[in-house]
């Protein structure tokens, strides 16, 4: 088999395997989540995700390959974080900034995956698989500037709210900083473009 295939339907399989555990720990997020706009717009992204799987399995069958899984760790490890910011920070002012932070790390591997995937099946000349692949890869960028902009409007600066009583000069309640300093910013480049192997 073509090596640049091999590897496609290597991290096709991983990406698949993530697709289908990520609904469980997104639908807890869903049910932590506390602030104004935050719940419906992670509905939202849990019905997406919930539509990739069988995106995904179009695309092995684009290429007349087995649907198959792979563990994916990278995917493993950020349903652990979810769990541990759900049962750590519930109450507190600072869950639901916390909830997109873990939902923006979410869409950036979506990101990355779908770019390379992308990317190869272009290369690899298989183009109903490049359009599945785009489409998703857009919907990916598209979720994690939606919540950028509700961390940067509202959830960063209500998880300051606790600490303004005991304030420590760390912040200045400017949206725009304190998006940058828990990077919390839009991804820059070419929107129609893809991320590369």
Same mark, same amino acid.
């Given at each position: 088999m073509n090596p640049l295939k091999q590897l496609?339907?290597?991290?096709?399989?991983? /990406? =698949? +395997? *993530?697709?289908?555990?990520?609904p469980p720990v997104m639908s807890d997020m869903l049910q932590a989540a506390t602030g104004k706009g935050l719940p419906k717009l992670l509905k939202a992204h849990l019905k997406e995700t919930e539509k /990739?799987?069988?995106?995904?399995?179009?695309?092995?069958?684009?290429? +007349?390959?087995?649907?198959?899984?792979?563990?994916?760790? *990278?995917?493993? &490890?950020?349903?652990?974080? &979810? $769990? $541990?910011?759900? =049962? $750590?920070?519930?109450?507190?002012p600072a869950i639901n900034a916390a909830l997109i932070g873990l939902a923006q790390k979410v869409e950036h591997h979506e990101i990355a995956s779908y770019g390379c995937l992308h990317e190869w099946a272009t290369v690899l000349g298989?183009?109903?698989?490049?359009?599945?692949?785009?489409?998703l890869l857009e919907e990916a960028k598209d979720a994690n500037d939606e919540l950028v902009e509700l961390a940067c409007s509202r959830c960063n600066l209500e998880a300051m709210e606790e600490g303004n009583h005991h304030h420590d000069g760390a912040g200045d309640g400017h949206p725009t900083r304190a998006a940058k300093r828990d990077g919390m910013l839009p991804?820059? &480049?070419?929107?129609? &473009?893809?991320?590369? *192997?």
């Open positions: 496609f339907l290597s991290e096709l399989a991983d /990406h =698949l +395997d *993530a697709a289908k555990r990520l /990739h799987v069988k995106k995904l399995e179009k695309v092995f069958k684009a290429f +007349d390959a087995k649907v198959t899984l792979k563990k994916c760790e *990278a995917t493993i &490890g950020l349903i652990k974080e &979810g $769990e $541990e910011i759900i =049962l $750590e920070l519930a109450g507190s298989n183009k109903k698989a490049a359009e599945i692949l785009g489409r991804l820059k &480049g070419n929107r129609r &473009g893809s991320l590369s *192997a």
